[in-house]
């Protein structure tokens, strides 16, 4: 192709430098330069680089652009659409600390998890193990893409609670492949989908407590107390070591959701009623009536082919089924006590409150 004889013209002009204008130089008049943030006993960690002004998370913020906390606005900066500007909307005061232990604390499901020590099950032994995999493997989709959504939400200035988000959003994805990855390392495969209207309470919340509340606090501590039990689901060193690791994961997540609503308790005291009303809507999925929710209840016999070691032994498997729901409740209460919303005790759904203990 042939150039033209206007740009071949202007290739060969020497180019105009435009005149040096270098005002960003004197920006950081005192403002964060000169501030040296030293490495402490766990490293260089967010705690320690957040000192001076810029490491004060704003009570309120009015930067709606894309502007990093500590830099200096520029006037013309375009706004991103919706997100919040009160701290205590999103805010958790463990979340630097929660960011910097799933960084260091990221494993891998292929080399992490002894799978040589697999071994044939019983049948009934290895399509209860599968039924729960395929649970937990659509429970784990909700639970990374929930926090995916909430990201553009979270202001640029409360970037502790982004960042957390975004290690949760890999501690999911490794959770998902983990148990879809037993499914099919035995034999058994993938089973039956569950019933998803609990999942969607929890992906179609509109406000970050909200969802927080739902996901955090009440879904993903019915699976933690359900991962703790993994030391009797387990038919194997495999299988105990997926739910252990899985559950360093999900304290977490429950750690946030729970210092979130602390916060929220402290500093906007007047949201409690809302909050009961959030707890209202997601107990009763967390509490399905097994005489209208058959598909739910596979879930339920699962566990108890797998707790009692068979279907020979179902009615201790019940048994043993039924703590698990007890251990779930009670830890739940005890979660929302140091919450600050211990009044759920008189509140709680009853399918739900006839676990608690006195
Ligand atoms: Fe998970
Ligand atoms: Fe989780």
Redesign the pocket.
């Known amino acids: 192709m042939a150039i033209d004889v206007d740009t071949l013209q202007k290739l060969r002009t020497p180019m105009e430098v435009p005149p040096l204008d270098l005002s960003w130089l004197n920006l950081n008049d005192g403002h964060t330069y000169g501030l040296r943030a030293k490495p402490g006993k766990r490293g260089l960690t967010l705690d320690e680089i957040e000192i001076g002004p810029p490491g004060e998370v704003p009570e309120q913020s009015d930067n709606r652009s894309i502007r990093v906390r500590g830099s200096h606005p520029r006037p013309e900066a375009p706004r991103v659409p919706g997100s919040y500007v009160g701290r205590a909307d999103v805010y958790s005061e463990n979340a630097r600390l929660l960011y910097e232990e799933a960084v260091q604390r990221q494993w891998s499901s292929a080399t992490d998890i002894p799978w040589n020590e697999l071994q044939p099950l019983p049948d009934d032994i290895e399509r209860a193990m599968c039924q729960l995999c395929t649970f937990l493997t659509e429970v784990e989709f909700i639970?990374g893409d929930t926090p995916g959504q909430w990201l553009p939400k979270i202001n640029s200035e409360h970037h502790e609670t982004k960042l957390f988000l975004l290690t949760?959003i890999m501690?999911?994805a490794r959770?998902l492949d983990v148990f879809r990855k037993r499914a099919f390392a035995n034999g058994g495969g993938l089973l039956s989908s569950l019933p998803q209207d609990g999942l969607r309470v929890i992906i179609e919340a509109k406000d970050f407590t909200e969802m927080s509340a739902i996901m955090h606090v009440a879904a993903?501590g019915f699976?933690q107390s359900l991962f703790r039990m993994g030391e009797y689901i387990g038919q194997n060193d495999a299988e105990k070591r997926i739910f252990r690791m899985c559950g360093q994961?999900?304290s977490r997540?429950l750690g946030f959701g729970v210092m979130h609503l602390k916060y929220v308790m402290d500093n906007e005291p007047w949201r409690r009623e809302e909050i009961h009303h959030y707890l209202d809507r997601v107990e009763t999925t967390l509490a399905p009536d097994p005489t209208d929710d058959p598909v739910s209840f596979a879930l339920f016999e699962a566990l108890a082919i797998l707790m009692g070691g068979g279907i020979k032994n179902i009615d201790s498997g019940i048994n043993m089924s039924m703590q698990v729901q007890k251990k779930r409740v009670n830890e739940y209460m005890h979660r929302l006590n140091v919450a600050g919303l211990g009044d759920r005790r008189e509140r709680m759904n009853p399918m739900l409150k006839q676990f608690l203990d006195n």
Request: hydrophobic fraction near 20%.
């Open positions: 639970a949760q501690d999911e959770h993903e699976v994961d999900e997540h």
